[in-house]
């Protein structure tokens, strides 16, 4: 697949070199993508991946993960320009400053936000639940981290699904793209797990069945 | 410990009935204590168990806990009398009819509400993430399902830790009784997985470390 990479950050680094590196073409968008920080993102990623300004990625991609900082998020993405037809895998969480909270939850969710501005995009809410450093290795000793998603979209959602277990994770479909209501409080309980409460960020959680 | 169930449903009596026969006194609360359906769960919970008033219920008890339906809720603990003292450890859960969504979440929980009717009482969040099947066999082939909690009264928390791992979980601390506001829209996440989405009730969580 052909990947932009929507916010080259932590956890856009991290899900955009795996795949690069599993075999799928990846542009990570950036304001300068010839400074060092994208330069050594691109080494570390390999041949499959390069720099370049947020237009060039969505020229180039039929799929597009936006893993911006919450207060961006609208700015960037009805910056995109026309979605039409792309697949939008929202990885983004609308979280408050100093970790207080959701900028809303409940009755709407980032993930409606950021279709409504995504004109035209199949959107679907994944990789919002762990930390990059589960995306980059979701095996806990033999045992997968559950990754839910959820849309409206079926085809998106298969494709964010293939995504999430070619990187070893156990995927898992929450419904439709209200569901994000609920996904985006589950990061929040990663989040103040592994920063507040003291357990670290080597964590994830495995959705138990009998 | 003496404990008074309040809300002698499914969950309350799956805990109080798993508590008896763990050595525990139990005092479930009915207004219709002589009735067929409370004389059968007594005669499930063994020579530990009673049924009650819902006074009998409190003036027996050091902990307490709420399963009531959340519609009930407010009505019930305040007319609960003086709790000064007590732990009460809340099971519910703010859901609105139809499993349309929470009463409210993210500025505020049930279990911070109900800590406002519950005048003096300790309060602890715990037991509301997973359905009665799951505090009935909390063992999936091996793996103990987690059980979050979490509150402001340290004494309270320890009990509520005590009680979930005697059942077979895995009790974790996830922080002052403000995380209701996360750890309600977790139980959405199991009410929805098992209820709406086609996963069933036989699914827990488990939390995963290395």
């Not at 400074?35 to 050594?40: L, T």
């Not at 100093?98 to 004109?119: C, I, P």
Request: hydrophobic share 45%.
């Amino acid at each position: 697949m052909k990947i932009g990479i929507i916010g080259s950050g932590n956890v856009g680094g991290a899900l955009g070199s795996r795949w690069a590196m599993g075999g799928h073409k990846i542009v990570f968008a950036s304001r300068n993508p010839e400074s060092a920080e994208m330069k050594a993102l691109v080494e570390r990623a390999g041949p499959n991946a390069r720099a370049g300004s947020a237009e060039e990625a969505v020229a180039a991609s039929e799929v597009l993960l936006l893993a911006t900082p919450w207060p961006a998020t609208q700015a960037v993405v009805q910056g995109l320009g026309p979605l039409s037809g792309k697949i939008l895998i929202d990885a983004t969480n609308p979280i408050l400053p100093r970790l207080a909270g959701l900028e809303f939850a409940n009755t709407t969710s980032g993930a409606e936000q950021v279709a409504e501005w995504a004109t035209g995009a199949r959107v679907v809410k994944a990789f919002n639940t762990v930390g990059f450093n589960v995306m980059e290795a979701p095996d806990f000793g033999g045992t997968a981290a559950t990754m839910f998603y959820c849309g409206d979209d079926g085809g998106a959602k298969e494709v964010a699904k293939q995504l999430a277990t070619e990187l070893g994770f156990s995927a898992e479909d929450a419904g439709p793209l209200t569901r994000a209501r609920i996904l985006e409080p589950f990061a929040m309980l990663w989040i103040t797990l592994a920063m507040v409460q003291g357990y670290g960020r080597e964590i994830g959680f495995s959705l138990l069945r009998r």
